[in-house]
């Protein structure tokens, strides 16, 4: 399996401010996913994020708000925009490894006041 | 459309107590299933999946049977150990080559000792 971090591991963030989270994979993977896990809930797919193209935003988020980069096929980065305290989560990064599982990074717990 | 259901926690259970924790599915096509687990404060871990219909995931001590019939997916455990007190999501994945995956809500077992 993939081995992946993800900085910061957490931030206190003001509103209206802007994060970006790093996620950093040890091999080669052609797919990435963000997800953000609300308190107490479960995942939520964000966008899938490919190299070499735009990211593909799930309903409801949009490049605006959450911008994606994908420079090559070991790191990607997600920003979150003009936060609100609504924003406040855990965003995780995976990766699609061997031929259906996704692995996950340890998360970043964002948290805005 | 997709979508997963589990249990709602949490689950208290005593340290080599049985562990059952109830996943259902509805799905179009033939998706794989997974259990993943979150300790506290860490990322989500792959536990254990499945392919196809009477497949039986394993590992840790866990398992899970695809039951096509009952559309399900059960986690079982002979003995839990305080260690495994985590928060287990059950989660589907549909065979498109997307590698999306769909989350049940979560499921918080603690074990007391």
């Known amino acids: 399996s993939a081995v992946i971090s993800q900085k910061p591991s957490r931030d206190i963030c003001q509103r209206g401010t802007s994060l970006t989270i790093q996620c950093q994979v040890d091999?080669?993977?052609?797919?990435m996913f963000w997800y953000r896990q609300q308190p107490g809930q479960s995942l939520t797919l964000i966008a899938t994020a490919n190299q070499g193209s735009e990211a593909t935003y799930e309903s409801g988020f949009v490049i605006d708000k959450f911008p994606i980069s994908r420079p090559n096929l070991t790191f990607s980065t997600l920003t979150v925009s003009n936060m609100s305290p609504e924003d406040s989560s855990i965003y995780l990064c995976s990766v699609a490894g061997g031929p259906i599982e996704q692995y996950f990074g340890p998360g970043t717990r964002l948290t805005v006041t | 459309g997709d979508s997963v259901t589990q249990m709602e926690g949490p689950v208290t259970l005593s340290e080599e107590a049985f562990l059952t924790i109830n996943c259902t599915y509805t799905?179009?096509?033939?998706?794989?299933l997974f259990w993943y687990v979150q300790y506290p404060g860490e990322g989500l871990q792959l536990l254990l999946k499945?392919?196809?219909?009477?497949d039986k995931g394993s590992n840790k001590g866990f398992e899970a049977t695809y039951r096509k019939e009952t559309t399900s997916f059960h986690l079982e455990k002979g003995s839990v150990q305080v260690s495994d007190s985590a928060v287990y999501f059950c989660?589907?994945?549909?065979?498109?080559?997307?590698?999306?995956?769909?989350f049940g809500s979560g499921t918080r077992l603690l074990v007391r000792p």
């Open positions: 799905a179009t096509g033939y998706p794989s």
């Open positions: 499945a392919t196809k219909a009477d």
């Open positions: 989660a589907l994945s549909v065979p498109d080559s997307s590698y999306k995956l769909i």
């Open positions: 091999s080669q993977v052609t797919m």
